[in-house]
């Protein structure tokens, strides 16, 4: 216990790291967690990639798609699959944020030269395992790419996360992820948003779910709440809110089925950016969730 404690603790005293980049990085996974204003370190979830390793949960194989639609024309897909045996889940994932159609310019014109895209991508392997009933370890190895106009660069991160069992209702959850380096994109590499994250789970309240995350990222500490209600028999309503830069209310819905589950997520955006839309759609055996 005293080592999950010390990791709470560095999760809210980290250093502070240079302004980074592949900011998808740093994004949910699926839009369960979007929808919740990206408060799910502490929760077990098929789409815990992106948030804790140590979170992934399936009882059999799960196959996880998922689009989004961020400012800019930046497009974010996911693809994931699961195979859990026992206490153990290994997880195979591929995600890609790319935008095209960006005007070639060497100097001041007034007709473009060209134009180019940006592709970013990330193959991870992850591994979860229950080491007892109330502690469960994980662990996250992520392949990195980008690549800009005619330059690429290629990288690797490693993720870290534990989930514990405080009390019946009540869940832990620490993460640090993006522990790694990018090689040079021509000239400069680019840093990795290092993150540590912290934060609880709450069950106790019927058909209600809540959470929480202090996360610490680029040398500034976010806040993150978010809520689930099961609305009605399968179907979930959710909502948060985030004081991370750009971003604050979430909101979202999921429909659970025996064999899939079907969740949306809606991140209005400040600056007159737009909106951001997240759609995923998890097929699984039965009993899999």
Not at 250 to 273: K, T
Request: charged fraction near 15%; glycine fraction near 12%; hydrophobic fraction near 45%.
């Amino acid at each position: 216990m005293r080592s999950l404690l010390l990791l709470l603790g560095l999760c809210l005293a980290q250093p502070v790291w240079a302004r980074s980049g592949m900011s998808f990085l740093q994004l949910p996974s699926g839009a369960r967690g979007a929808a919740l204003a990206e408060a799910g370190v502490a929760l077990p979830d098929a789409d815990a990639l992106s948030a804790n390793p140590a979170a992934l949960q399936s009882a059999s194989r799960t196959l996880g798609l998922t689009h989004g639609e961020w400012v800019q024309g930046i497009r974010h897909e996911y693809l994931s699959l699961l195979w859990g045996h026992g206490p153990r889940v290994l997880g195979l994932a591929f995600q890609l944020s790319h935008t095209g159609q960006l005007e070639q310019r060497t100097g001041p014109s007034t007709e473009p030269l060209g134009e180019f895209g940006v592709y970013e991508g990330a193959l991870s392997l992850a591994w979860a395992r229950s080491w007892s009933p109330r502690l469960r370890l994980g662990l996250n190895l992520k392949l990195l790419r980008q690549s800009v106009y005619t330059a690429t660069a290629t990288g690797a991160a490693l993720d870290l996360g534990f989930l514990f069992q405080l009390h019946p209702d009540f869940r832990l959850g620490a993460a640090l992820r993006q522990l790694g380096r990018m090689d040079e994109l021509d000239q400069v590499s680019t840093p990795l948003p290092r993150t540590l994250a912290a934060g609880l789970a709450y069950t106790g309240l019927p058909r209600l779910l809540l959470s929480g995350e202090v996360r610490r990222v680029d040398g500034s500490t976010t806040l993150h709440l978010g809520g689930e209600w099961e609305a009605a028999s399968q179907f979930l309503l959710r909502g948060g809110y985030q004081s991370a830069e750009g971003r604050g209310l979430a909101l979202g819905l999921g429909l659970r089925r025996e064999a899939w589950a079907l969740d949306y997520a809606f991140v209005p955006l400040a600056a007159d950016l737009g909106n951001a839309h997240r759609l995923s759609l998890h097929l699984h055996r039965e009993g899999a969730r």
